[in-house]
């Protein structure tokens, strides 16, 4: 009885909290607002400054350890109409808690990965029966502990890109024992249920068997399937269209999914600098019927050049040509056609596992692996540790480094929004920033997409339900505190 007083206290502290978003979950193949079941579209960018070489565990250091850092880039991403950020390598050991209120504040969410670019912190493609193991399974249960107490934690990569042409055949069976793991793990140590899923490589001949193998249902193994599918694509390049970027065979290729599908990484930069004009495609019809959105690769200037923004040894930044096209690339999205509810999708139920889909050289064997008993005791008792309970309010919100545009004129006057409550952010929150002039990257959202007046909007909602939406959660809070009262 004890824990159940626990939970149901915790509701009404999350409750009466001050925190922008609410948690999101899977329906079918849509992500939805776990309070108003109101249809969510990432609008993303990957985020890992200092690249995978950057990562260096113990070093008390990781991409979302500085707060500053954390301000600073969090308010350029919501000026830019960011929602969804994703995080490659990230040390468990180091409380994350200001940066994720930072984020959390500025309405972003977060998908993460629990691996990692070192030995044995991610699954090895040619012989993944050597890496599941304890030693890996406990970090990865540690990247769960600390995360999963933040309302802006959308989900988690079980792996990324690790099926292709050199994998060995099992590596989708060993996928699925991780995801199960996760997923079992959370069940048993998390207040809220949240997303697992895998982000796989554009690599065409295996695409469909990837998707086929890790989405059907398990009869025996229901938690191994995916939550959801990210795909990494690089195919639209330039001026290229809707059909030469093969958009239109991935729609076909996935038109009867039954769960999330959308870009985990994107943005071709054959051609410089990017206009991502895919952005028109990925947001509106036909693609919003089977894609969740994307994720734009990437944030800062590493040595592959992908960079929106050149952070500098003095921690200034110099915003790319980048930057300012995909800011009005987003801020012409049709944000209240994006959020509209899909009764269709929402409805559909996953497939029985059967050998017949898989016509590839992956394996056509469901068998999944038996799980450890040593990662059963992990997942029966826990990893151990203090971690983090939850967000924090951000009070401090002016930008305090230097941002310059691409011109090389300074950008002034940038503080992050903090949205009220159940707010996700959206292109047009944040329109800080002057350069004296209209100054570059300063188009206006769609007039369709936001409430009056250029506000804020809530999570795939009307301005005007955002109180009804308080008003739910506040009697949610008052109904919890009284059954608790009661025991």
């Not at 206290?9 to 999101?24: E, H, I, N, R």
């Not at 993303?44 to 990781?62: I, R």
């Not at 943005?267 to 089977?290: A, D, K, L």
Request: charged share 15%.
């Amino acid at each position: 009885m004890v824990q159940v007083k626990s939970a149901l206290a915790a509701g009404v502290l999350l409750a009466s909290a001050a925190y922008a978003v609410t948690p999101v979950v899977v329906d079918g193949a849509d992500f939805v607002n776990a309070v108003s079941g109101a249809r969510f579209q990432m609008i993303g960018v990957a985020y890992q400054p200092g690249g995978s070489a950057g990562y260096n565990p113990g070093s008390g250091t990781d991409p979302l350890s500085d707060e500053a850092q954390c301000l600073r880039d969090a308010i350029l991403m919501q000026r830019a109409g960011i929602n969804t950020v994703r995080v490659y390598n990230l040390d468990p050991m180091i409380d994350h808690t200001p940066c994720m209120s930072i984020f959390n504040a500025a309405g972003i969410y977060m998908v993460l990965d629990v691996n990692s670019p070192l030995p044995n912190e991610s699954l090895n493609r040619a012989a993944p029966w050597e890496s599941y193991n304890e030693d890996y399974m406990n970090r990865v249960f540690q990247i769960v502990e600390a995360f999963k107490s933040f309302p802006n934690t959308l989900g988690f990569f079980s792996a990324n890109e690790v099926i292709n042409e050199e994998s060995d055949p099992s590596v989708p069976s060993y996928i699925r024992a991780v995801t199960r793991d996760i997923k079992d793990y959370i069940a048993s140590h998390s207040d809220r249920t949240i997303p697992v899923g895998y982000s796989a490589a554009d690599v065409r001949p295996l695409l469909a068997d990837t998707f086929n193998y890790l989405s059907c249902n398990l009869e025996a193994s229901a938690e191994s399937k995916m939550d959801f599918f990210g795909l990494n694509s690089y195919s639209w390049c330039g001026d290229a269209t809707f059909e030469t970027a093969g958009y239109n065979i991935l729609m076909e290729d996935f038109s009867s999914t039954t769960v999330p599908i959308f870009f985990s990484e994107y943005g071709c930069n054959e051609v410089e600098p990017r206009t991502f004009e895919e952005v028109g495609s990925i947001y509106s019809t036909p693609m919003t019927g089977v894609f969740s959105g994307g994720l734009v690769y990437e944030y800062t200037e590493e040595d592959n050049e992908y960079g929106l923004v050149t952070i500098n040894d003095d921690n200034s930044i110099d915003l790319s040509q980048d930057y300012v096209n995909l800011m009005d690339q987003f801020n012409q999205i049709d944000l209240t056609a994006l959020t509209q509810a899909n009764s269709t999708a929402t409805n559909l139920e996953a497939p029985t596992c059967e050998s017949s889909m898989i016509t590839s050289n992956l394996t056509n064997s469901f068998d999944i692996p038996e799980r450890l008993s040593e990662i059963s005791d992990l997942i029966n008792n826990g990893v151990g540790g203090t971690w983090p309970t939850g967000t924090t309010e951000v009070t401090n919100t002016a930008e305090v480094a230097t941002v310059r545009n691409p011109d090389g004129s300074e950008l002034t006057g940038l503080e992050l929004r903090v949205l009220p409550d159940d707010e996700s952010n959206l292109p047009g929150e944040n329109v800080s920033g002057t350069t004296g002039t209209a100054g570059p990257g300063t188009s206006t959202p769609s007039s369709t997409g936001t409430s009056s007046g250029g506000g804020s909007s809530p999570t795939g909602e009307s301005a005007a339900s955002s109180s009804k939406v308080n008003v739910d959660v506040l009697v949610l809070a008052a109904l919890a505190l009284g059954v608790w009262a009661q025991m």
